[in-house]
């Protein structure tokens, strides 16, 4: 078996109902030279995915749930491809993602997309990225969402357990990069947000002021692969998050429906 390009991580928790669509916008890729390795997050069987092209892996699952970030872990270690695209069981790549994406990592060491948010029915909520052909750390600490890269497997570091652990993924590969890295806003990433989004639950509004103070501290202590010169500019992006994040808390607390993406849409144009 010829050694694929990109290797799409998925992980899979409760995903049995929907994870389907994600498997299939990956398998439409221009770029066929891929596999998808599915890690499921819990006892369930997802062998029915590999149904769905023979390019599909479909990992042993695991008796109670690690959460994403070692889900994420599990898969890598069983990916063969010489690049790294990671998209979650909610959401979709475009048919062009990886063709556009791939050469500029190639070339760039990681490249980014423009991360499209949008409703389950496919309503467009938002967009994030750059407005060149640059993205860099100012960028992120405006995004208020993950904007996936698209890196060699030889550089990658684990997902750590913590809050956001696709975002301080993302920085972590930007710095891997020298803190600029190339962006193709014509590749995208879409972001669907089911209705029982984790933003609505209390364990996540409860969370995000100690999950936030956790990844500050991380950065600051050299316990991530941000280098030492940037890390003044991701503990900023990481501010910005929090600061976005208590303001849609106290919105909720006092009444706000809004969901945390339409949240930060409506701030953002004010």
């Known amino acids: 078996m010829s050694t694929p390009v990109v290797s799409i991580i998925i992980a899979a928790y409760r995903a049995q109902g929907f994870i389907a669509d994600a498997v299939q916008s990956a398998c439409a890729q221009a770029l066929r030279e891929i596999e998808i390795v599915v890690a499921p997050d819990e006892p369930a069987d997802y062998g029915f995915l590999q149904q769905i092209d023979p390019r599909v892996r479909v990992l042993k699952g695991v008796p109670k749930p690690t959460g994403p970030g070692p889900a994420r872990n599990r898969a890598l270690e069983h990916a063969r491809g010489r690049f790294i695209a990671l998209l979650d069981a909610d959401d979709l790549f475009a048919p062009d993602y990886l063709s556009l994406l791939v050469p500029l990592a190639d070339a760039g060491g990681v490249a980014f997309g423009r991360t499209r948010i949008t409703d389950w029915s496919g309503r467009v909520v938002r967009e994030v990225g750059a407005r060149g052909g640059e993205i860099g750390f100012a960028d992120f600490a405006t995004a208020f969402a993950s904007l996936h890269a698209v890196v060699p497997r030889d550089v990658q570091r684990r997902w750590q357990d913590v809050l956001a652990e696709d975002v301080l993924f993302d920085l972590e590969s930007l710095s891997l990069g020298g803190g600029r890295a190339p962006f193709a806003g014509a590749a995208v ?20 002021g100690p999950g936030y103070d956790r990844l500050i501290a991380l950065v600051a202590a050299g316990e991530t692969s941000i280098a030492l010169a940037h890390r003044p500019s991701v503990i900023e992006v990481w501010r910005s998050w929090q600061a976005m994040n208590a303001r849609f808390v106290a919105a909720t607390a006092a009444g706000d429906r809004r969901d945390y993406q339409r949240f930060a849409a409506d701030a953002a144009a004010v």
Do not use: H, K
């Not at 669907?192 to 984790?198: D, Y």
């Open 189 to 208: 990433y879409q972001l669907r947000q089911r209705p029982q989004s984790v933003t609505r639950g209390a364990m996540f509004l409860d969370g995000i």
